[in-house]
């Protein structure tokens, strides 16, 4: 398996346009989660997902932001509008069980910026 | 609210020698905890994952220990090199939470 595949690995746009970051899973694994990754705060949370539907969003930081699993293989996190404070690299990790045997696989993450 | 915190912050150490990079969390009940590494500009590598019910696992040069009623984990690396110098993470999983809560980390530098 090539392991969580994210797109775009970079991404810049201006302050106001809309940004859609892409994940694919691992074949077979339930669950999926995005993070995200400052300097000031590490990594964090946004949602995750089980069986295509999200669980847990409460690290959603504003309604700017959504994300959608439409089926097993394929993941959307969108920001509309992006702000500068966006500006960070998101990452994308599966799992078979939620983390609790094999933990997680982790994509090589978006590095976004807003100018 | 599960935390976890990674001390220290950095470290430096000369090639060669044995360290330890410490890892606590505030609420015991999880399910496991994982060891990543994250080379600069690059995604996180899973180095060791150390379930609830074990007390320690090893990886090569790598030795993770997990007590659980204390809230502590450590990694442990023997005769480091530079090719070591990366920054370690450290994460907890379980609960009611389903998901891993991430140290902010502790940024190796192994010096020739």
């Known amino acids: 398996d090539a392991g969580v595949i994210q797109s775009p690995r970079h991404e810049v746009t201006e302050m106001g346009q809309e940004v859609t970051l892409r994940c694919k899973p691992i074949?077979?694994?339930?669950?999926l989660f995005w993070y995200r990754q400052t300097m000031m705060r590490g990594l964090e949370l946004l949602i995750y997902f089980n069986n295509n539907v999200p669980i847990d969003d409460s690290g959603m930081p504003e309604d700017r932001f959504s994300a959608k699993m439409p089926n097993a293989s394929f993941s959307t996190l969108k920001i509309q509008p992006s702000e500068p404070r966006d500006s960070a690299v998101y990452f994308c990790a599966s799992d078979l069980t939620g983390g609790r045997n094999y933990g997680y696989t982790f994509g090589s993450g978006t590095r976004l910026t807003v100018v | 609210k599960q935390e976890v915190t990674q001390i220290p912050a950095a470290l430096s150490v000369p090639e060669g020698e044995n360290l330890v990079l410490n890892c606590s969390f505030t609420d015991s009940a999880i399910y496991n905890l994982q060891w990543f590494r994250q080379d600069p500009g690059k995604g996180l590598t899973s180095l060791l994952l150390i379930q609830s019910s074990q007390r320690e696992q090893t990886s090569g040069r790598l030795n993770a220990s997990l007590d659980k009623s204390s809230g502590r984990s450590t990694l442990y690396i023997a005769a480091s090199q530079p090719g070591d110098s990366a920054t370690y993470l450290c994460a907890v999983g379980g609960g009611s939470q389903g998901n891993l809560i991430f140290g902010k980390g502790t940024k190796l530098s192994v010096k020739p």
């Open positions: 074949s077979g694994h339930d669950y």
